[in-house]
């Protein structure tokens, strides 16, 4: 018997394997921390599924729908905030029937490592009556993909897998199996069933409960939970996911009931497992989700008193809750065995074309600007601090055109200025800005700055709307000024951000501008697009160590000490130096020079 491959993967991977060997036919994403790589795998490997990074969730929502709605198994992924936005689609596609096995990859953020809230989107799936499968490593990421498409397709319901940040990451060994193709069932038309009007939608509201009800009986006895039962133990540990695998490092006296399907749970099983021991501890990331499930089965049990309500759940907090529990009768002292490294502050990349635009925001003294989400939020820390609001994906354009109505009621007239990326933009900004036109008023200082850098830079560099104006590998090229133009705006700009004389003075004369206007920024992101322009150097006896180019913030520039020279002068990395020349722009005596001008010199000696 041949022996079966194995592979060390990612969470991330490991779904993108389970999609492809369970016949997985479509599958969309909006590209978002931690989910990405799901996407870039299938994108990478599988030519025999279509995947795409869509405009934003809801698309890639709907995407998956309509893969699902021909019945082939489709899958839609996103960060755990990407369901707000696909929230419109998924509340009522959840009342129809699945025809194609449907999978909703859900990345949570416990700790918000790269994200703006910590939002637990197994409360989310409930809302939504889909069933929910918690893995908790890489092998369990792929076999859940897997099962939850059958049980989607055996069970006509909408799965939603919920993976948390650190085992999208994490990497263990996974069993490689071939792929099984699944033959499509076409589209089957039922008007009643597929079109969501009231009469259609009142039934629904049925079906919708009689499922889950046949899925919370298969619940009682699915391979998807486990009891792993001591003998000795009066205590009984309910955990899912990645908590599971931090209480079997610690490895105390317990059973412990590991939950895969963590709804429905099945109330008879509960009843009868939990009825044997004395005490009922639920270990759970964020939320008392299980928690709460249990104790409306009316079964007594405790969690969240003992563990924190935020955050991710390491061995450490999971030993201090089992010993405030009594469960544990001694507290570890830990010991940090690791070094502890300079810290690095947030900056902008080498050479990113946005650096030079927050850089003349600060200079301008702008009093007031709206951020958004993207490389530009670092904006608002130290040094530029030039952001004063960052809330969600587009919400600068909404919120810059109520706080502009809020001054005019009040007869106050300081202008604002908002900043979007184009990957924003294209993702929730479009219909904020076809918004501002209506009840437009003169005298109303709005400046949008659009900063198009023709990639999703934030995530990896995955492409927009704009980016095959950039490259010929992507096949879109929508270009963004003509298209707010044609939206009905009159003031429309494009400059080129790298230009910074230019973009400075039409910043300046367009935050001047009693009126609303926009700025189209272009300049290609430094790292996706590989800048390999000469390097700039400093002449040390010509700077005057004024530090104008130490103040736009680029990596590679720093104040050194100069062999013969007394004073501090400005110098730059070679290694890291990418050629953007904002440096050189901002020097008043021209003390920064290209590399390229050092290789003339030399071809002139050599005449």
């Not at 919708?208 to 998807?224: P, Q, S």
């Not at 570890?332 to 990113?352: D, N, S």
């Not at 919120?399 to 908002?418: C, H, L, W």
Request: hydrophobic fraction near 35%.
């Amino acid at each position: 018997m041949k022996e079966q491959e194995k592979k060390v993967l990612t969470g991330n991977e490991a779904i993108a394997q389970g999609f492809y060997e369970a016949g997985g036919t479509v599958a969309a994403s909006y590209p978002g921390s931690p989910t990405v790589e799901v996407i870039e795998k299938l994108k990478e490997y599988y030519e025999d599924v279509y995947s795409e990074f869509s405009t934003n969730e809801k698309v890639a929502l709907e995407v998956a729908i309509g893969g699902s709605f021909y019945g082939t198994r489709s899958m839609a992924v996103m960060k755990h905030v990407g369901m707000n936005i696909a929230s419109d689609p998924l509340m009522t596609f959840t009342q129809t029937p699945i025809n194609g096995g449907f999978l909703l990859v859900s990345g949570d953020d416990p700790g918000l490592a790269s994200s703006q809230n910590e939002q637990d989107n197994r409360l989310f799936g409930k809302f939504a009556n889909m069933a929910i499968v918690d893995p908790s490593d890489s092998q369990e990421s792929k076999d859940y993909t897997k099962k939850a498409l059958q049980i989607s397709e055996d069970f006509k319901i909408p799965m939603l897998l919920r993976i948390t940040s650190r085992l999208c990451h994490s990497r263990s060994p996974v069993t490689i199996e071939e792929r099984v193709d699944v033959p499509s069932k076409g589209m089957k038309k039922d008007k009643e069933k597929y079109n969501m009007i009231p009469p259609g939608s009142r039934k629904a509201q049925f079906f919708m409960k009689d499922r889950l009800e046949k899925l919370e009986t298969f619940a009682y006895d699915t391979d998807l939970n486990r009891l792993e039962e001591k003998e000795d133990s009066d205590t009984l540990i309910i955990t899912s996911g990645i908590a599971y695998q931090n209480l079997k490092e610690i490895d105390p006296n317990v059973s412990i009931w590991k939950l895969g399907l963590i709804y429905p749970i099945s109330a008879k099983k509960a009843k009868e497992i939990t009825s044997k021991y004395k005490n009922v501890i639920v270990i759970e990331e964020m939320m008392p989700f299980i928690e709460n499930e249990l104790k409306l089965m009316g079964i007594a049990c405790e969690g969240k008193k003992y563990f924190p309500f935020t955050g991710e759940l390491d061995i450490q907090n999971i030993e201090t809750g089992l010993y405030e529990a009594g469960i544990l009768k001694e507290k570890k002292e830990y010991v940090k065995h690791f070094v502890e490294t300079v810290p690095r502050a947030p900056l902008f990349c080498t050479g990113c074309p946005h650096r030079p635009i927050f850089d003349m925001l600060k200079k301008l003294r702008v009093k007031i600007t709206i951020g958004d989400i993207g490389c530009y939020s670092l904006a608002c820390l130290f040094p530029f601090e030039n952001t004063d609001t960052i809330i969600s994906m587009g919400a600068c354009v909404g919120i810059t055109k109520g706080m502009k109505k809020a001054m005019t009621q009040k007869g106050e007239g300081e202008p604002i200025v908002a900043v979007i990326g184009d990957g924003t933009f294209f993702h929730s900004g479009m219909t904020g800005f076809v918004n501002l036109l209506h009840k437009k008023e003169s005298g109303e200082n709005m400046t949008f700055i659009v900063l198009d850098n023709r990639t999703t830079a934030m995530t990896g560099g995955q492409p927009n709307a704009s980016s095959g104006l950039y490259n010929e590998r992507d096949d879109m090229k929508v270009g963004i000024k003509t298209l707010i133009e044609s939206m009905g705006f009159d003031r429309v700009k494009e400059i080129n951000q790298y230009d910074y004389k230019a973009a400075t003075k039409l910043v300046k004369e367009e935050i001047a501008y009693d009126g609303l206007s926009v700025i189209v920024a272009n300049g290609p992101c430094a790292l996706k697009y590989n800048m390999e322009e000469p390097h700039f150097y400093v002449d040390p006896h010509v700077c005057i160590s004024c530090r104008a180019c130490i103040r736009t913030n680029c990596p590679p520039l720093r104040m050194i000490q100069y062999e013969g020279i007394e004073k501090l002068k400005s110098s730059i990395d070679e290694e890291m130096c990418v050629g953007c020349s904002i440096c050189a722009q901002v020097c008043p005596v021209n003390a920064i020079k290209s590399s390229a001008n050092i290789d003339r010199e030399d071809e002139k000696i050599d005449h």
